[in-house]
Nanobody
Framework: QWQLVESRGGSVQAGGSLKLSCKASPQYIYNSICLAWFRQPPGKEREGVAAICRGTDTYYADSVKGRFTISKDNAEKSLYLQMNSLKPEDTAQYYC???????????????????WGQGTQVTVSS
């Protein structure tokens, strides 16, 4: 049974696009205050990429604003991350997360999330 399962990532050249999806168990799609994407570049700490709260409020890291778009589809029980104009520095393991009840942390802070996918690799070559 799936809980949070990311689609396979992939490799793409700089300037290209990739769309990640995360299949979520119903309780995560319907009951989570926020759903989010995080990433962990090689040798670095995990960082927030984008979050969607209450179904419509979206938040982005400055490094991806204007290039990435987060969305969710309740009927498909899925969270998505459309990534355009990819750069080599976007190379990372990407994770989806659910939870997000307000606890003092910003929506893109990992401290706000209790449930995590297993991660998927995205590699951007120059």
């Amino acid at each position: 049974q799936w809980q949070l399962v990311e689609s396979r990532g992939g490799s793409v050249q700089a300037g290209g696009s990739l769309k990640l999806s995360c299949k979520a168990s119903p309780q995560y799609i319907y009951n989570s205050i926020c759903l989010a994407w995080f990433r962990q570049p090689p040798g670095k700490e995990r960082e927030g990429v984008a979050a969607i709260c209450r179904g419509t409020d979206t938040y982005y890291a400055d490094s991806v604003k204007g290039r990435f778009t987060i969305s969710k589809d309740n009927a498909e029980k899925s969270l998505y991350l459309q990534m355009n104009s990819l750069k080599p520095e976007d190379t990372a393991q990407y994770y989806c997360a659910a939870g997000g009840a307000f606890n003092g942390y910003a929506p893109t802070h990992q401290g706000r999330y209790q449930y995590w996918g297993q991660g998927t690799q995205v590699t951007v070559s120059s």
